[in-house]
């Protein structure tokens, strides 16, 4: 009951934190530097890169569910405490960073930017509300969860490198705004560490009850 009770509460303050930060991005002045850099991004892009874009933003959801399952048979195959660990790190990161980025989209409520400005160009599917982009959230959790469970530079370097061409093809195909971006990606990685250090700390108070 008491982790549970922490665990709601460590939520709500991070949901908290985020929503006072990026709503202040989302007044007149940040919007025009939104709109002014998705321009360039979007209406100014090479066009003959739109397939490998597309591949790329539909690649996220193969991905969050492929790796998470795959953490999870890994731990069911190696039965260790590590193995446990690491899949708890991977699939509860993408859980919170759901929730996090789902409940923040009918908070802030903030239309894409094609329904908003006629001369960004949709070249791909965009569903619900722009703030936060929930693609480039769940990436960016799925990046820096693997990285802190596989610590190796062959993990962290692709992992990274592909979050970052999700989020950047979010805008290139006329999805998201620069700022739907940075908070995914902020959302994402915060919601890696934070499954982190909770998974940490309830093994701590785990191992100091059997000790007792």
């Known amino acids: 009951m008491e982790i549970a ?14 929503l006072v930060s990026f709503t ?23 066009r003959s890169l739109d397939p490998a874009f ?18 999870l048979a890994n731990a069911f195959i190696k039965k260790d405490s590590a193995s446990k660990a690491k899949a708890l790190i991977v699939c509860s990161s993408e859980i919170i960073a759901g929730i996090i980025s789902t409940s923040l989209k009918y908070t802030v409520q903030r239309a894409r930017p094609y329904a908003t400005y006629s001369f960004i160009q949709k070249e791909t599917a965009g569903g619900s509300y722009s703030f936060p982009s929930g693609h480039t959230s769940s990436a960016f959790a799925l990046a820096t969860s693997v990285s802190i469970a596989f610590p190796k530079w062959y993990v962290v370097a692709p992992s990274f490198l592909w979050a970052s061409a999700v989020g950047y093809s979010r805008m290139d195909l006329g999805v998201h705004y620069p700022s739907d971006v940075l908070a995914g990606a902020i959302i994402g990685s915060g919601s890696a560490f934070l499954s982190y250090k909770l998974n940490r700390w309830i093994n701590r108070r785990s191992r100091e009850s059997r000790n007792r």
């Open 5 to 18: 009770k922490i665990n709601y509460l460590f939520m709500k303050k991070y949901l908290l934190v985020l």
């Open 24 to 46: 202040s991005l989302i007044p007149v002045e940040g919007q025009n530097i939104d709109i002014d850099m998705l321009n360039v991004i979007n209406v100014d892009r090479n």
């Open 54 to 71: 597309k591949f790329v933003t539909n690649s996220v959801t193969p991905l969050t569910i492929l790796v998470p399952a795959a953490a």
